[in-house]
């Protein structure tokens, strides 16, 4: 079992900035590739950004330019990086883990409680 635990959330004014950070309970961090997501309140969870093991990243066409993700191994922790932040970025966003059958013998797929992000005036 690995725990996931986001911290980092808050309000924020539009054109504001906040750091995400996401810290995982497990000695094998590197084979995890670490997703975020968000849920804006009645709409559906979205895929924000994500970064593999061999910190190859991918962002959303919604945040790319706006949004930077990071990992560092050493720590156990997946940081999310957020400028320029606008009132539809607001949210409960989530670290997601995931490590496929081939890497780590069984599929895992881990959550974090997620954490409130607030952009308004």
């Known amino acids: 079992q690995v725990q996931l635990a986001e911290s980092g959330g808050g309000l924020v004014q539009p054109g504001g900035s906040l750091r995400l950070s996401c810290a995982a309970s497990?000695?094998?961090?590197?084979?995890?590739?670490i997703y975020w997501y968000r849920q804006a309140p009645g709409k559906s969870r979205e895929s924000v950004a994500g970064?593999?093991?061999?910190?190859?990243?991918n962002l959303a066409d919604a945040v790319r330019g706006r949004f930077i993700i990071s990992r560092d191994n050493t720590k156990n922790t997946v940081s999310l990086q957020m400028n320029s932040l606008k009132p539809e970025d607001t949210g409960v966003y989530y670290c997601?883990?995931?490590?496929?059958?081939?890497?780590?013998?069984?599929?895992?797929?881990?959550w974090g409680p997620g954490t409130q992000v607030t952009v308004s005036s």
């Open positions: 997601n883990a995931k490590c496929s059958a081939t890497v780590c013998a069984v599929e895992e797929n881990y």
């Open positions: 497990t000695n094998i961090f590197d084979l995890y590739d």
């Open positions: 970064i593999t093991g061999g910190l190859r990243t």
